[in-house]
């Protein structure tokens, strides 16, 4: 069964993010989890209506992710990460609904940077009537399993947005990552 989680009004509370930063949660351990960072590439969604988008018009919603951040409590056997994402989504003038429908991932990297897990979050945002952004925040649990002799500061966390290629192929020429 999918998960949704479904967004409305102008901004919810980040307070978590206030935080900010990186704590362990572990009585007498040095403060060291996972690093964490949202993809570059991934970290911007567009979104078009038209198959083939003819310009601005086109535009149903753009989705940003703005900051990350992540406690974390470990074992021998496991890192468990609470992580807190602050994202924006901004509605576009082909946006009549007023909803719009994406969905985030959390990938986890090992020692030797292959993907261990990757996890998709799917969301739902509506705006209210006049609205054309909506700031928000979303939080949630990852667990690592810990390889012997492995550190949690042996893992990285990414975090980006599920998109097409053609949406990831638009985004690399606006960065200029072709």
């Given at each position: 069964m999918k998960r949704y989680r479904i967004l409305i009004g102008a901004a919810l509370s980040a307070a978590v993010?206030?935080?900010g930063g990186c704590a362990l949660l572990n009585e007498g351990s040095p403060n060291i989890c996972p690093a964490t960072a949202?993809?570059?590439d991934a970290g911007e969604l567009v979104r078009f209506t038209a198959a083939s988008p003819k310009g601005p018009?086109?535009?149903?919603f753009t989705a940003r992710m703005k900051y990350i951040s992540g406690v974390c409590q470990v074992?021998?056997?496991?890192?468990v990460m609470e992580l807190n994402t602050l994202m924006e989504a901004k509605r576009g003038p082909a946006n009549e609904s007023g909803q719009v429908k994406f969905a985030y991932f959390v990938a986890i990297l090992g020692k030797d940077k292959t993907v261990l897990t990757r996890t998709k979050f799917p969301m739902i945002a509506k705006f209210q009537k006049r609205e054309t952004k909506l700031d928000f925040s979303d939080a949630v649990t990852v667990t690592i399993p810990r390889k012997e002799g492995d550190v949690p500061k042996d893992y990285i966390v990414y975090i980006g947005y599920e998109m097409t290629p053609d949406e990831l192929a638009y985004n690399r020429k606006k960065l200029g990552h072709n």
């Amino acid at each position: 069964m999918k998960r949704y989680r479904i967004l409305i009004g102008a901004a919810l509370s980040a307070a978590v993010l206030a935080a900010g930063g990186c704590a362990l949660l572990n009585e007498g351990s040095p403060n060291i989890c996972p690093a964490t960072a949202i993809l570059d590439d991934a970290g911007e969604l567009v979104r078009f209506t038209a198959a083939s988008p003819k310009g601005p018009g086109d535009v149903a919603f753009t989705a940003r992710m703005k900051y990350i951040s992540g406690v974390c409590q470990v074992d021998e056997k496991d890192v468990v990460m609470e992580l807190n994402t602050l994202m924006e989504a901004k509605r576009g003038p082909a946006n009549e609904s007023g909803q719009v429908k994406f969905a985030y991932f959390v990938a986890i990297l090992g020692k030797d940077k292959t993907v261990l897990t990757r996890t998709k979050f799917p969301m739902i945002a509506k705006f209210q009537k006049r609205e054309t952004k909506l700031d928000f925040s979303d939080a949630v649990t990852v667990t690592i399993p810990r390889k012997e002799g492995d550190v949690p500061k042996d893992y990285i966390v990414y975090i980006g947005y599920e998109m097409t290629p053609d949406e990831l192929a638009y985004n690399r020429k606006k960065l200029g990552h072709n």
